[in-house]
């Protein structure tokens, strides 16, 4: 098969593909419709293209797919997939059911550099970056399953294994793509990616010209905390991490989300809370509080009571605040979990 798969090309990529071949650009437009609305697996399938195209394109281009290795449903409909590469690397992609739709959440790299101390992809280093066509993959296949059962994939979230700034142009492509009118169509505000703090990257993305929203793993509101978990922080400390957030609310006006994973006796008193109001109270933000799903770390979960005297105390100094809610409990849902369990059991066939 021919190793350069059409699910890497933007529209405009495909564009200069065919403006190369003297042949006119709307063409770019029909194949999209035949990858993304009517589906083909095969260039000769898509309806409007004439043989000679259909030729171009077979000899160009190969439509690939992603093998399902596993696929588990929790009780709340929380559905994760188990997929493998073509190079046999494993990747997670989830789907959850949220009361406003149908939301994915991709992996963005085979395993991830970061380090965070409390998570299970962090302990892992990065293999490699995963390209368009297989972020875009994830999204579709689900579509696909989806689609038999009358649903489509609303909403989209680049918050699964991997650091999405580390692989930059991959995800942007990756957006450009998903959110294209003529591509899977996902509007830019159903959209959400996720960093632990890359302040040059966040600079970048508040440039670019969709209006993405862009979520923060903060989870530690001083620097000596958030260095001692994140190593991140000492490159680009909360100071330089806030104003880039500035920056990025300046440039879209979308508000920005902080996540902040609840630890017992690390991250959760009130003193804690207090600094997390200082550091974010003259931004446009929403504070995501985050129960812990322990992974092999000596650390865990904050109790209820404290989780909502921590709550209470942001809403009381006007935070806009979210308890997030679980999903999927009863698969193992905690990032990487299910691809960690598989490598181990392959390893002892
Ligand atoms: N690298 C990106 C996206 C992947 S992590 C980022 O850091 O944002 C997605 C989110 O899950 C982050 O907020 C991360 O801090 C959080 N997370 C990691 N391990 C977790 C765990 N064990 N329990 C709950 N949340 C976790």
């Given at each position: 098969?021919?190793?350069?798969?059409?699910?890497?090309?933007?529209?405009?990529?495909?564009?200069?593909?065919?403006?190369?071949?003297?042949?006119?650009?709307?063409?770019?437009?029909?194949?999209?419709?035949?990858?993304?609305?009517?589906?083909?697996?095969?260039?000769?399938?898509?309806?409007?293209?004439?043989?000679?195209?259909?030729?171009?394109?077979?000899?160009?281009?190969?439509?690939?797919?992603?093998?399902?290795?596993?696929?588990?449903?929790?009780?709340?409909?929380?559905?994760?997939?188990?997929?493998?590469?073509?190079?046999?690397?494993?990747i997670e992609t989830v789907l959850m059911i949220q009361n406003y739709g149908y939301s994915v959440c991709?992996?963005?790299?085979?395993?991830?550099?970061?380090?965070?101390?409390?998570?299970?992809?962090?302990?892992?280093?990065?293999?490699?970056?995963?390209?368009?066509?297989?972020?875009?993959?994830?999204?579709?296949?689900?579509?696909?399953?989806?689609?038999?059962?009358?649903?489509?994939?609303?909403?989209?979230?680049?918050?699964?294994?991997?650091?999405?700034?580390?692989?930059?142009?991959?995800?942007?492509?990756?957006?450009?793509?998903?959110?294209?009118?003529?591509?899977?169509?996902?509007?830019?505000?159903?959209?959400?990616?996720?960093?632990?703090?890359?302040?040059?990257?966040?600079?970048?993305?508040?440039?670019?010209?969709?209006?993405?929203?862009?979520?923060?793993?903060?989870?530690?509101?001083?620097?000596?905390?958030?260095?001692?978990?994140?190593?991140?922080?000492?490159?680009?400390?909360?100071?330089?991490?806030?104003?880039?957030?500035?920056?990025?609310?300046?440039?879209?006006?979308?508000?920005?989300?902080?996540?902040?994973?609840?630890?017992?006796?690390?991250?959760?008193?009130?003193?804690?809370?207090?600094?997390?109001?200082?550091?974010?109270?003259?931004?446009?933000?929403?504070?995501?509080?985050?129960?812990?799903?322990?992974?092999?770390?000596?650390?865990?979960?904050?109790?209820?009571?404290?989780?909502?005297?921590?709550?209470?105390?942001?809403?009381?100094?006007?935070?806009?605040?979210?308890?997030?809610?679980?999903?999927?409990?009863?698969?193992?849902?905690?990032?990487?979990?299910?691809?960690?369990?598989?490598?181990?059991?392959?390893?002892?066939?």
């Amino acid at each position: 098969m021919i190793d350069n798969c059409i699910y890497n090309y933007t529209r405009s990529n495909l564009e200069d593909f065919f403006i190369s071949h003297n042949l006119q650009k709307y063409r770019s437009t029909q194949v999209y419709e035949g990858l993304y609305s009517q589906k083909v697996k095969d260039f000769n399938d898509i309806n409007n293209l004439n043989k000679d195209v259909k030729k171009l394109l077979c000899d160009n281009f190969s439509i690939k797919e992603l093998k399902l290795v596993k696929k588990l449903e929790a009780s709340d409909g929380t559905t994760k997939f188990l997929f493998e590469l073509e190079d046999g690397n494993l990747i997670e992609t989830v789907l959850m059911i949220q009361n406003y739709g149908y939301s994915v959440c991709i992996t963005s790299q085979v395993g991830c550099n970061m380090g965070c101390k409390f998570c299970a992809s962090g302990t892992t280093k990065k293999i490699r970056n995963l390209e368009v066509y297989e972020m875009l993959l994830q999204v579709l296949t689900i579509d696909n399953y989806l689609q038999e059962k009358g649903k489509r994939v609303s909403h989209v979230v680049v918050m699964g294994i991997g650091e999405p700034f580390d692989n930059f142009d991959n995800v942007m492509n990756f957006i450009n793509v998903i959110n294209d009118a003529k591509g899977l169509a996902i509007g830019a505000r159903h959209i959400t990616v996720s960093t632990c703090g890359l302040v040059d990257k966040i600079i970048e993305f508040s440039n670019f010209p969709l209006q993405v929203n862009l979520a923060i793993s903060l989870h530690f509101a001083k620097n000596e905390k958030r260095d001692l978990y994140m190593p991140i922080n000492k490159r680009y400390k909360l100071k330089e991490l806030i104003e880039a957030c500035k920056y990025y609310f300046d440039k879209t006006n979308r508000r920005l989300t902080f996540e902040y994973i609840l630890l017992d006796g690390v991250n959760d008193g009130l003193n804690d809370a207090k600094d997390l109001v200082n550091l974010v109270k003259d931004l446009n933000c929403y504070v995501n509080l985050i129960p812990y799903n322990s992974t092999s770390h000596n650390l865990k979960r904050t109790t209820e009571i404290r989780r909502d005297e921590f709550f209470n105390y942001l809403v009381s100094n006007h935070i806009n605040a979210i308890v997030r809610k679980e999903h999927g409990t009863d698969i193992d849902a905690a990032c990487g979990q299910l691809r960690v369990n598989t490598i181990k059991e392959r390893s002892n066939d």
